[in-house]
């Protein structure tokens, strides 16, 4: 049971990482590679400011730093000409670097007691199973503003010139909007969100590592494709609670993959490998639906004939 409600509270906060990706990928219609980088640096800037005792603090400098990665990879897209997969290419490889000097050139960094879920735990007296239960409900209630917020957000002339530079930049261009700003601020919302889970997940765990970024772009795309298999592509609504609910579902898979034991004492190390086979597996569902549909009219046609 413990399991479930670390997966269920695991995927609230990676459910942030979801939406940033939903955002660049859905919305503006960009492959964004910094989600790499902006994860681990909203980490290590939550950790280093929480660290220094300002743990409620991390949490809007985290999302500065991703925004800021955002702007860069923006930059490099819109101003340079780069195409938008190498420019976050190399937003990701330089913020390497930069999350080791944040860290203080070491792999790691705790933040010791000023975790903002340890003290939170502080202001009740409870057991483990309870301390799960209370920090899924934060993440829970946390997550469910952002998720409100974001909605209302695309709802508003700056959010719709967004959406519509995803769909037809042309067409905004023409309307006299700046396409190159909507893009840019697209990108910093969306690596804000993605820094946002980062830090987090620091605040979760207890410390930030250098390589906690590793495969978080995978899981976001992961999150979304799920969320839209279940719940389907029907607007910007939809597509931002689903990619929180696609987050939760793939973390609840996992978990009763490696809670079952189904490889034996393998399933834990082959963990990348699962999550691999089920990005798979959802990423192949639109094209199963469409060959059924296919064989179905052909089956009609034959019948008909």
Not at 58 to 69: E, H, N, R
Request: positive net charge; proline residues 3%.
């Amino acid at each position: 049971m413990q399991l479930y409600i670390t997966a269920l509270q695991e995927g609230f906060i990676y459910g942030l990482l979801a939406l940033g990706i939903f955002i660049s990928l859905r919305l503006l219609n960009i492959p964004d590679l910094t989600t790499e980088s902006s994860f681990g640096f909203g980490s290590a800037v939550a950790a280093v400011t929480a660290a220094a005792g300002h743990p409620l603090l991390s949490i809007p400098l985290a999302m500065i730093a991703g925004a800021a990665a955002g702007f860069v990879t923006g930059m490099l897209q819109t101003k340079l000409k780069v195409h938008p997969v190498l420019a976050g290419i190399i937003t990701m490889s330089g913020l390497y670097s930069v999350n080791l000097i944040v860290l203080g050139n070491t792999p790691n960094l705790s933040l010791g007691s000023e975790s903002l879920f340890k003290l939170l735990y502080g202001l009740f007296d409870l057991d483990p199973i309870g301390k799960k239960i209370v920090g899924t409900a934060a993440s829970a209630v946390f997550c469910i503003l952002i998720v409100l917020i974001a909605i209302w957000f695309f709802k508003t002339h700056i959010g719709m010139c967004i959406r519509a530079t995803g769909d037809n930049p042309d067409m905004v261009r023409a309307s006299s909007i700046n396409v190159d700003r909507t893009k840019i601020t697209g990108l910093c919302l969306s690596n804000a969100l993605v820094a946002l889970s980062g830090a987090l997940i620091a605040h979760y765990s207890g410390y930030s590592d250098i390589h906690s970024s590793n495969g978080t772009l995978v899981y976001g795309l992961a999150a979304v494709i799920i969320g839209e298999a279940v719940f389907g592509k029907r607007g910007v609504t939809i597509g931002l609670i689903s990619a929180v609910a696609g987050s939760i579902i793939y973390k609840l898979i996992v978990t009763f993959v490696v809670d079952m034991n189904l490889f034996g004492d393998y399933s834990a190390t082959l963990m990348k490998l699962m999550c691999a086979v089920i990005v798979a597996v959802t990423l192949s569902v639109p094209a199963v639906k469409s060959y059924i549909n296919r064989a179905k009219v052909k089956a009609e046609v034959k019948h008909n004939a």
